[in-house]
Antibody, heavy 130, light 113 residues
């Protein structure tokens, strides 16, 4: 069964950093992107970025560039999201989610038909308070 | 960035009736080489992570009841919930994953009338 398990809640002071982990099981970890999404109280879902667990390549949302670092440890099928220089409005629930795809053959080419985000981790609450 | 706009913001529907939620993207999310719209719908219940209902605009995720259906192409999409059940009370989000940054609609809160 495909499963993502995240690390526990964190309380941090403004200016500090937080590192959230996301352990995958039930599938080949290196085959599919891991995305990170957050939801602040009363706000919508905000995509932060994603990592290719195979290459380690990343895409970050513009508003987080310079503050976010996404990494992975393939030996333990775990992805990490570190956010630095925390502010009060970084208080949120942070989620990881796998981005599965279906290979589609088009003549000589294989295109990966991406299928949205599933499953999601259970979420990690990050509180930022002095 | 692709902007996703949902309507309405909230909706109250009687049990057994149909709920319809709309989503519009600021540009096409149709991946033309495979004729798939990179548009997903999620259900979010309090205290739970979002759950994927529909991907490719109209393909139901495994295990999702067939009363959930998606339609549309290009820039205009619809999520329809037929025969509304009490457990369908949730916030529903559309998302484009055609291009980064992947973006979500603002959410539609579905309640029972």
């Amino acid at each position: 069964q495909v499963h993502l398990v995240q690390s526990g809640a964190e309380v941090k002071k403004p200016g500090a950093s937080v590192k959230v982990s996301c352990k995958a099981s039930g599938y080949t970890f290196t085959a599919y992107y891991i995305n990170w999404v957050r939801q602040a109280p009363g706000q919508g879902l905000e995509w932060m970025g994603r990592i290719n667990p195979d290459s380690g390549g990343t895409n970050y949302a513009r508003q987080f560039q310079g503050r976010v670092t996404m990494t992975r440890d393939t030996s333990i099928s775990t992805a990490y999201m570190e956010l630095s220089r925390l502010k009060s409005d970084d208080a949120a629930v942070y989620y990881c989610a796998t981005e599965f795809h279906t290979p589609m053959v088009l003549g000589d080419e294989v295109v990966l038909g991406r299928r949205g985000f599933a499953p999601w981790g259970q979420g990690t609450l990050v509180t930022v308070s002095s | 960035d692709i902007v996703m706009t949902q309507s309405p913001d909230s909706l109250a529907v009687s049990l057994g009736e149909r709920a319809t939620i709309n989503c519009k993207s600021s540009q096409s999310v149709l991946y033309s080489s495979i004729n798939k719209n990179y548009l997903a719908w999620y259900q979010r219940k309090p205290g739970q992570p979002p759950m994927l209902l529909i991907y490719w605009a109209s393909t139901r995720e495994s295990g999702v009841p067939d009363r959930f259906s998606g339609s549309g192409s290009g820039t205009d999409f619809t999520l329809t919930i037929s025969n509304l059940q009490a457990e369908d009370v949730a916030v529903y989000y559309c998302q484009q994953y055609y291009d980064t940054p992947f973006t979500f609609g603002q959410g539609t809160k579905l309640e029972i009338k």
